[in-house]
């Protein structure tokens, strides 16, 4: 819930957060996604450390620092700051979402018991976002972009009262050291990966986009070797040899790249576009969230009858059909359209967040539950800084292309057209065009990939069979938690 709230709150606090801290389109982009980068880089190393430590512990630790750090982020003076404070929220983060997942899956047993707690997880993370811009549009109309953060805190002293009476501790039975040579090695692999990704949609495809995709290839084979000869490994390489969960990761990181960038831009398109106000476009999220939530447990319970696949690719051809909404937004007075095509690529979102975690952790033993539910969580969270950086940087460029030369004065950016002194009507009309464009071609793009992802879920994944046709999973025993 806290992790759902985060993630819109801010989406919806960009512009005012822009207008206050200055940020350069560059270093709103990072405010945006630091945080899910370092998720993704620390998530497997984080999996590990809660097999090994204890997944109650370790999540009451990142609990404690998510709240602090949220302190830290709510009144930052700068930038730079804000982009440090997101950063160590990452931190925080990564330790919270692989010691969940995993919970559940020690904790539930039963296949179809552990396919709708996974889904209830999901909309846990759902009804966040969905709470996140009216409780955010409430807060920003009467307080500054900072309360945005401050709303961590209450949640956290629960989380932390609460657990050590409501949650069992369970870490693997003889687990060894972490090894930190591999830490090193999973960030070397996904932090560059995803640089590249940054600067090549920024900048082309350079001599630093190709240096960095080398190092990254480089850092991710030698990963590989190092946990194939590991007694112990950080992660278990195998889980990507499975055809279920190897396809399942597949899913999740491709359907999160759209989701992430199609968020990212609805929600700039409802208040710099259509002007709404941050409590008016927080409404207008509702309904997309709901029908996520709706996916999240509607999915689950149709997978008793009938096979995930299908009901994966049935819901990815819905998210489809979303983005081609999308793509026929034409500037203001358009939020019917893009409001009902949002909502359906959430529906895509929804049952794939469910399933596609249930088909990772469900396949992998109970001990290595908590490296397999980091996993998980690794492409998901990566999915989303990715589609944010691919696709608000297609749509920047898509923005500059058209205003460069016509009218250089609005900025380099539809936020710094809205928020430049003396533009005239017709320019920023030009400049809300010109942004719109970028959306219609990143939805375009978007709806392709992920129409091609029905296809191969519902080809791969059709030999799984329905959860209610599941036998029980195995389950480690609980640590001792006296």
């Not at 996140?132 to 401050?150: H, R, T």
């Not at 997978?303 to 059909?321: D, H, M």
């Not at 250089?408 to 539809?414: I, Q």
Request: charged letters at 10%; proline letters at 5%; glycine letters at 10%.
């Amino acid at each position: 819930m806290l992790l759902g709230l985060d993630v819109t709150l801010l989406y919806l606090a960009l512009p005012a957060l822009s207008v206050d801290l200055r940020p350069t389109s560059t270093q709103a982009l990072w405010i945006l996604d630091s945080y899910g980068l370092v998720i993704a880089g620390l998530l497997v190393t984080m999996g590990a450390i809660g097999d090994r430590l204890g997944r109650r512990r370790l999540l009451m630790i990142g609990t404690a620092a998510f709240g602090l750090v949220s302190i830290v982020a709510a009144f930052a003076p700068s930038a730079e700051i804000l982009i440090a404070a997101r950063a160590l929220l990452g931190v925080a983060g990564a330790t919270l979402m692989p010691s969940c997942l995993a919970l559940i899956t020690n904790m539930f047993t039963d296949a179809r018991q552990r396919a709708l707690a996974i889904g209830v997880w999901a909309t846990t993370f759902a009804l966040g976002m969905a709470a996140g811009p009216l409780v955010g549009g409430v807060l920003l109309e009467s307080f500054w972009w900072g309360s945005a953060f401050l709303l961590a805190i209450p949640i956290a002293a629960l989380v932390l009262v609460t657990a050590p009476v409501l949650l069992p501790e369970y870490r693997a039975a003889d687990s060894g050291r972490v090894d930190l040579v591999s830490v090193a090695l999973s960030l070397g692999a996904i932090l560059p990966l995803v640089y590249a990704i940054k600067h090549a949609a920024a900048h082309g495809f350079d001599v630093q986009t190709i240096v960095t995709l080398v190092a990254s290839a480089a850092f991710t084979l030698a990963f590989v070797h190092r946990q194939r000869r590991l007694s112990d490994p950080l992660l278990d390489v195998a889980l990507f040899t499975d055809r279920s969960s190897g396809t399942a990761l597949g899913v999740l990181l491709v359907g999160l790249v759209g989701v992430g960038g199609a968020l990212y831009l609805v929600t700039q398109h409802l208040q710099l576009v259509e002007e709404l106000s941050p409590l008016a476009a927080g409404a207008w999220m509702g309904p997309p969230a709901l029908a996520m939530v709706v996916a999240a447990i509607g999915a689950p319970l149709l997978a008793r009858r009938v096979r995930p696949g299908y009901v994966v690719s049935g819901t990815l051809v819905l998210s489809a059909l979303g983005y081609v909404l999308l793509t026929q937004v034409r500037g203001p007075d358009s939020i019917g359209l893009i409001v009902s095509g949002f909502a359906l690529v959430y529906l895509g979102f929804g049952s794939v967040g469910a399933l596609g975690s249930d088909l990772v952790v469900g396949t992998t033993p109970a001990d290595r539950a908590g490296s397999a539910a980091a996993m998980s969580e690794t492409v998901q969270e990566l999915g989303v800084a990715m589609g944010v950086a691919m696709l608000g940087s297609l749509t920047t460029l898509v923005y500059r292309d058209r205003m460069t030369d016509a009218a250089p004065a609005v900025g380099e950016s539809l936020s710094g057209a809205v928020s430049a002194p003396h533009v005239s009507p017709a320019l920023l009309a030009q400049a809300k065009e010109a942004f719109t464009s970028g959306l219609n071609l990143s939805a375009a793009i978007t709806g392709a990939a992920i129409l091609a992802l029905a296809v191969m879920a519902a080809v791969v994944l059709r030999h799984v069979p329905p959860s209610g046709d599941s036998s029980p999973a195995e389950v480690s025993e609980p640590a001792n938690s006296g």
